[in-house]
């Protein structure tokens, strides 16, 4: 198969004009219009054919994340793969979509957890890429204390990166409430991030209303 032929075939210029808003770091000459299902529909059908796939477009780089996740491979394959890959994300939407697609985690935390640690200090999209991949992967009885630290930790001004750590701290609260309330509570996140941690939890509808209410009272 033609993967870019595939991508034009499949091309939806209504969504172009949408999805190009939420992704304004891309210009949109540089956006097919494809959606995520289709997409992953065509990431499958390349795996299957081995077929080559470019990465000039938007759509391409979140298929060539896709097909990281879909193929069958060994461990040190796919590091390798991530290692190739993670310099092509320039946006949220390819790194948050890709993350969720790399299921071969969850049978190697302990040599993705190393392989994320240097990425914590990289560039915006590469911490970023390491923040969404502990919130998707070590949420976990076994890793909540190290991931917490971490995610206490990060400074930085990169708003994707602080959105991510807002967004993982909220998803790690509905799962360990006490363990994170305690480093909201302790006022020692960056401002930004403690107060837009504190607003995505009050927007889950999975945490009760009084608890809410109490979390409103420890905003900055």
């Known amino acids: 198969m033609n993967v870019r032929e595939e991508l034009f075939k499949n091309r939806d ?9 939420l992704i304004p770091d891309i210009p949109p000459d540089k956006i097919i219009g494809v959606r995520v299902p289709v ?15 470019l990465c ?13 996740g879909y ?9 390798q793969e991530l290692a190739d890959f993670i310099p ?25 957890w190393s392989f994320l640690q240097p990425y914590l200090s990289g560039g915006e999209y590469e911490i970023r890429f390491a923040v969404v991949m502990i919130m998707d992967y070590f949420l976990t009885d076994d890793y909540i204390d190290k991931s917490l630290k971490i995610l206490s930790e990060i400074k930085s001004e990169y708003y994707y ?6 967004w993982a ?4 609260y509905v799962k360990y409430e006490n363990k994170t309330l305690q480093f909201i509570e302790s006022r020692k996140l960056p401002i930004w991030v403690h107060n837009k941690t504190i607003q ?21």
């Open 13 to 21: 210029l209504d969504y172009k004009a949408f999805h190009s808003k």
């Open 39 to 53: 997409l992953r529909k065509i990431a499958r059908q390349a795996v299957k054919e081995n077929a080559e796939v």
């Open 56 to 68: 000039e477009y938007y759509e391409e780089r979140m298929i060539k994340g896709f097909i990281i």
């Open 71 to 79: 193929r069958k491979c060994g461990i040190k394959a796919h590091l």
């Open 88 to 112: 092509l994300i320039d946006n949220w939407a390819v790194c948050d979509c890709a993350c969720s697609t790399f299921k071969f985690t969850e049978k190697n935390r302990e040599e993705i």
């Open 161 to 166: 990166v602080n959105m991510a750590v807002a």
């Open 169 to 172: 701290l909220s998803t790690a």
């Open 200 to 220: 995505k939890i009050c927007e889950s509808y999975r945490v009760e209303k009084d608890k809410k209410e109490y979390l409103k009272t420890l905003k900055i």
